[in-house]
Every structure is written in structure tokens, then in C-alpha cells.
């Protein structure tokens, strides 16, 4: 969890080293501790900051298999028992939190389901979860119950069951739509479980269906991103998230080169999956869809939100609840224990399962919104201005020359707009707004 990434000294053309490249938060993990964790029980004992919309994000680590590329906490070997008791004790974390003051008397503004696999749990053990979960924390206020999905896990009375729970988005990991791919990349479904897992989500009617693909997986070819993009089209999914291949440390396929001594991961470099997903967002665009940020297209964007990405990006309190989850309350940082048997013993206890946690600054907490929001590919200066009393313009006005010359950017009416090649590598260009202690090669 602490090897170097490579993102900082490789340029946009490089090859596929191992290493983190994309930006999930600031200031980097690496800079969380253990020595905090202390800061997050007095986040916990303070009153919310008046207007801070609260979230509510639950993991569930368990997968049918586990993929080549994959980086979370997960288990494949857990049996009904072994997840009961897992449940449970989110159960028990959840009514902890739900006691403290910071949360006393709010109700989640969302609600997110991630993993792992999410649709890994039966139908009856999904209910009984949720029907626990909203009389701890009722979410009859959510805007938004997003759901991760893996299609091959999705018989119907699977999607009936998660769509009566309340879920407004189920996400459809699908990744790819050729079997050898994602046999080879040590995916647990196949392309048949796809469409069957699709229509059965379109006739349940959810509010949103998303689908995910990942450009770049081992084996990928040209020809075959171009089918990925004409399946996609085929299907009219509400919105289609594309990330691009990277190959974490402790994934599966770092494991075979750091064996084979191999620099280089055996997939597309960065020049190729950027253009991939160029030529994925040209196309979705071409049938209508909206680029919303560096990752995702919609649809329709008056009507399909990502309501969960938007507050967090904006600075929400968010409750993660499960093992290795990651928690942001009255400005500390958090992360839950990251095995599943030191979580489960801590709840057990009656005690915080935290692993590492970092209390921010406000300086802190204005750069991490403003490079989430400039994941968006836009960034409103007022928008700093109103909440933080601060010119990002001039603030970061070195960074943003630097940026703008070197034709990633403009700056217009106090906007900040990423071009298309901006936004597609947009996690390279974000390190320059970390303050230079942050200025390190450990991100994760
Ligand atoms: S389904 Fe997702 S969480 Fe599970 S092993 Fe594959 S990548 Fe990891």
C-alpha cells in the first residue's frame, strides 16, 4: 500500500508501469495515519456544519472471483455464515455512528452500495440488511441509492429485490463485451450474462442504469474497442463510466510481472486508452449523450445525476460503514481497518474500526474539492471564492499557466475549462495544485 506510482514522472505517451494513477482523494493516503485516529472520535462528538449534506456509503467485500486487475479488499471464499456475521457488524457500526452527535437527528442525502460485489448478497439477505440499515438511519430523504452490480450475479428476483430496497442507479460492471477479454482479465461473467442482466434491469424500470467499461484490459485490440463502443450504443444505457487501465501493486497482473521482471504492464500505454475513450466519448456524443467528466457520459443530463459523486466532490460528510471503507467527517479523513477479521473483532468490541485517518486543514479541503471538481473537467472560481474566501485563480495561478500554455486548459470568465485531451488526463495534471509537501511519488 505504499510503493511508489509512476504517475508523476511518466508523460502522457508513456507506457503501462505499475503504480496508482488515478485520484480518488487529497491530501494522498499516504499521509493518513494512525496516530489520528483520535481526530475522527472528535469530528464525531461535534456538531455539523450547518448546510453539509451527509452520505452514506456501505461495503460489501465479497466477489464470485477475483479479477486480474483488481486492487479492493476482497473475498471469494466467504460462506452465508461468514457474511451474516460481516452484516452484522456494519449493522453494529452503523447504529455507533448513528449515535453521535454529528449525525444525530440527519438523514443521508444518499446512499451507495459498493464493493466488492454488492449483488453478491441473496435476495433475502439484501432485504433484511436494508430493512436494518433505514431503522438505524432512515434514508426516505435520499435523492440517490446507487447499487454496484456484477451482471453475472443478477437473476431477477435479484434486480426485484434491489429495486424494492429503494435503488435509484444500479452500475453494471460490465467492462467489456468479449469473452476471451474478460475471461483472460479474470472476470466472473460473460457477455450472455450481460444482456440478459440489462434487459432484466430495464424492465424493472430503475431510474438509471449505468454501465462500466475499462479501456485497456489485457489482450484488448483495436477492433474490439470499436465493438465495445457499437454493444454500447446498441444498449442506450442512461450513462456509461469508462475508466482506463491501471495496474495497482497489489493487483494480479502486477504480481506476474514483478514474477517475470517485467517495467512494463501488458496492456495498452496511455497515449492508446486515452484516444480509446476520445473515440468512445466522440461517438456517445455523436448519439447524443453529454461528456460529464473525465470518466463519464449521460444521456440526459437534466434527468440522470450522479448525486453521490457531485456532494462528495463539494465537501459532504460521508459514513462509510465495512471493512477498509473510507469515511470524510467534519473535515477528517478516514479509513476502516482493512481486514476483515480486524474489523470484525474491533465492532465485536464495541470500539471504531479505524485503520488510518487524517484531520485537513481548510487549505486542504478547498484544493481537494477543487481538484475533484476539476475532474469535471470545469471549476467555477466563485464557487472557491463564496465558500472558502479564496482566488483559485490567483492561487494556483503558476500551476494554471503552466497548464494553459502547455494546451490542457483556458481560463474564461472565471472558469476553468479542461480541453478533451485535458480531461482525459486529468489525474496527471492535478498534482500540480498539491501543496509541495504533498509532492510526492506515495499516493496511495
Ligand atoms: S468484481 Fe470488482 S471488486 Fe470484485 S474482484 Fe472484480 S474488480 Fe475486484
Given at each position: 500500500?505504499?510503493?511508489?506510482?509512476?504517475?508523476?514522472?511518466?508523460?502522457?505517451r508513456?507506457?503501462?508501469?505499475?503504480?496508482n494513477y488515478f485520484?480518488?482523494?487529497?491530501?494522498p493516503?499516504?499521509?493518513?495515519s494512525?496516530?489520528?485516529?483520535?481526530?475522527?472520535?472528535?469530528?464525531?462528538?461535534?456538531?455539523?456544519v450547518?448546510?453539509?449534506?451527509?452520505?452514506?456509503?456501505?461495503?460489501i467485500?465479497?466477489?464470485?472471483k477475483?479479477c486480474?486487475?483488481c486492487y479492493?479488499?476482497v473475498y471469494?471464499?466467504?460462506?452465508a455464515?461468514?457474511?451474516k456475521?460481516?452484516l452484522?457488524c456494519?449493522?453494529?457500526e452503523?447504529?455507533m455512528?448513528a449515535?453521535k452527535p454529528l449525525?444525530?437527528g440527519?438523514?443521508?442525502?444518499?446512499v451507495?452500495?459498493?464493493?466488492?460485489?454488492?449483488?453478491?448478497?441473496s435476495?433475502?439477505q439484501?432485504?433484511?440488511l436494508t430493512?436494518?440499515?433505514?431503522?438505524i438511519?432512515p434514508?426516505?430523504e435520499?435523492?440517490?441509492v446507487?447499487?454496484?452490480?456484477e451482471?453475472?450475479?443478477?437473476n431477477?428476483?435479484?434486480l426485484?429485490?434491489i429495486?424494492e430496497?429503494?435503488v435509484?442507479?444500479?452500475?453494471?460492471?460490465i467492462?467489456?463485451?468479449d469473452d476471451h477479454i474478460l475471461?483472460i482479465?479474470?472476470?466472473?461473467h460473460?457477455?450472455?450474462?450481460?444482456?440478459?442482466?440489462?434487459?432484466?434491469?430495464?424492465?424493472e424500470?430503475f431510474?438509471q442504469?449505468?454501465i462500466?467499461?475499462?479501456?485497456?484490459?489485457?489482450e484488448e485490440t483495436?477492433?474490439?474497442?470499436?465493438?465495445?463502443?457499437?454493444?454500447?450504443?446498441?444498449?442506450e444505457?442512461d450513462s456509461?463510466?469508462?475508466?482506463?487501465m491501471?495496474?495497482?501493486?497489489?493487483t494480479g497482473?502486477?504480481?506476474?510481472?514483478?514474477?517475470?521482471?517485467?517495467?512494463v504492464?501488458?496492456?495498452a500505454?496511455?497515449?492508446?486508452?486515452?484516444?480509446w475513450?476520445?473515440?468512445?466519448?466522440a461517438a456517445?456524443?455523436?448519439?447524443g449523450?453529454?461528456?460529464?467528466?473525465?470518466?463519464?457520459?449521460?444521456?440526459?443530463p437534466e434527468?440522470?445525476?450522479?448525486?453521490?459523486?457531485d456532494?462528495?466532490w463539494?465537501?459532504a460528510?460521508?459514513?462509510g460503514?465495512?471493512?477498509?471503507s473510507f469515511s470524510?467527517v467534519?473535515?477528517v479523513?478516514?479509513?476502516?481497518?482493512?481486514?476483515?477479521?480486524?474489523y470484525?473483532?474491533a465492532?465485536?468490541?464495541?470500539?471504531?474500526?479505524?485503520?488510518?485517518a487524517?484531520?485537513t486543514t481548510e487549505e486542504?479541503?478547498?484544493i481537494r474539492?477543487?481538484?475533484?471538481?476539476m475532474?469535471?473537467?470545469r471549476a467555477?472560481a466563485?464557487?472557491?471564492?463564496?465558500?472558502?474566501?479564496v482566488?483559485v485563480l490567483?492561487?494556483?495561478?503558476?500551476p494554471l499557466k503552466?497548464l494553459?500554455?502547455?494546451?490542457?486548459?483556458?481560463v474564461?470568465?472565471g472558469?476553468?475549462?479542461l480541453n478533451r485531451?485535458?480531461?482525459l488526463?486529468?489525474?496527471n495534471?492535478l498534482?500540480?495544485?498539491?501543496l509541495?509537501?504533498?509532492h510526492t511519488?506515495?499516493?496511495v
Amino acid at each position: 500500500m505504499s510503493e511508489a506510482t509512476t504517475t508523476e514522472t511518466e508523460g502522457p505517451r508513456h507506457k503501462t508501469r505499475a503504480g496508482n494513477y488515478f485520484i480518488s482523494n487529497y491530501p494522498p493516503f499516504s499521509f493518513w495515519s494512525d496516530d489520528e485516529a483520535n481526530e475522527v472520535l472528535k469530528a464525531y462528538d461535534s456538531a455539523p456544519v450547518p448546510g453539509t449534506k451527509l452520505g452514506l456509503y456501505h461495503h460489501i467485500p465479497f466477489c464470485r472471483k477475483r479479477c486480474h486487475f483488481c486492487y479492493f479488499r476482497v473475498y471469494t471464499d466467504k460462506n452465508a455464515e461468514d457474511i451474516k456475521e460481516y452484516l452484522d457488524c456494519t449493522l453494529r457500526e452503523l447504529e455507533m455512528l448513528a449515535r453521535k452527535p454529528l449525525v444525530q437527528g440527519r438523514k443521508p442525502h444518499f446512499v451507495y452500495f459498493g464493493g466488492g460485489t454488492p449483488s453478491y448478497l441473496s435476495a433475502k439477505q439484501l432485504k433484511e440488511l436494508t430493512d436494518r440499515m433505514k431503522a438505524i438511519l432512515p434514508w426516505d430523504e435520499a435523492e440517490e441509492v446507487a447499487f454496484e452490480c456484477e451482471p453475472g450475479t443478477l437473476n431477477p428476483g435479484k434486480l426485484s429485490a434491489i429495486k424494492e430496497i429503494g435503488v435509484t442507479r444500479v452500475s453494471l460492471g460490465i467492462e467489456n463485451f468479449d469473452d476471451h477479454i474478460l475471461e483472460i482479465n479474470g472476470r466472473a461473467h460473460r457477455s450472455k450474462e450481460v444482456w440478459r442482466a440489462y434487459e432484466r434491469a430495464r424492465a424493472e424500470e430503475f431510474d438509471q442504469i449505468n454501465i462500466d467499461l475499462i479501456a485497456g484490459m489485457l489482450e484488448e485490440t483495436e477492433e474490439n474497442w470499436q465493438r465495445n463502443i457499437e454493444e454500447t450504443l446498441k444498449l442506450e444505457p442512461d450513462s456509461v463510466t469508462i475508466y482506463q487501465m491501471e495496474i495497482p501493486y497489489n493487483t494480479g497482473i502486477y504480481k506476474d510481472m514483478k514474477a517475470s521482471g517485467a517495467l512494463v504492464a501488458p496492456v495498452a500505454d496511455w497515449e492508446t486508452k486515452r484516444r480509446w475513450v476520445k473515440e468512445a466519448f466522440a461517438a456517445l456524443e455523436s448519439a447524443g449523450y453529454t461528456i460529464s467528466s473525465g470518466y463519464t457520459a449521460v444521456k440526459n443530463p437534466e434527468r440522470t445525476k450522479f448525486i453521490y459523486r457531485d456532494a462528495l466532490w463539494s465537501g459532504a460528510d460521508l459514513l462509510g460503514v465495512g471493512v477498509a471503507s473510507f469515511s470524510h467527517v467534519a473535515g477528517v479523513h478516514y479509513q476502516n481497518m482493512t481486514e476483515i477479521d480486524d474489523y470484525t473483532k474491533a465492532i465485536e468490541a464495541g470500539e471504531m474500526p479505524i485503520k488510518r485517518a487524517l484531520r485537513t486543514t481548510e487549505e486542504e479541503r478547498m484544493i481537494r474539492e477543487f481538484i475533484l471538481q476539476m475532474k469535471l473537467g470545469r471549476a467555477e472560481a466563485g464557487y472557491f471564492q463564496e465558500k472558502f474566501g479564496v482566488n483559485v485563480l490567483e492561487k494556483f495561478a503558476e500551476p494554471l499557466k503552466h497548464l494553459h500554455d502547455e494546451g490542457w486548459l483556458e481560463v474564461k470568465d472565471g472558469v476553468i475549462c479542461l480541453n478533451r485531451d485535458g480531461l482525459l488526463c486529468v489525474d496527471n495534471l492535478l498534482h500540480d495544485f498539491f501543496l509541495p509537501q504533498h509532492h510526492t511519488d506515495k499516493i496511495v
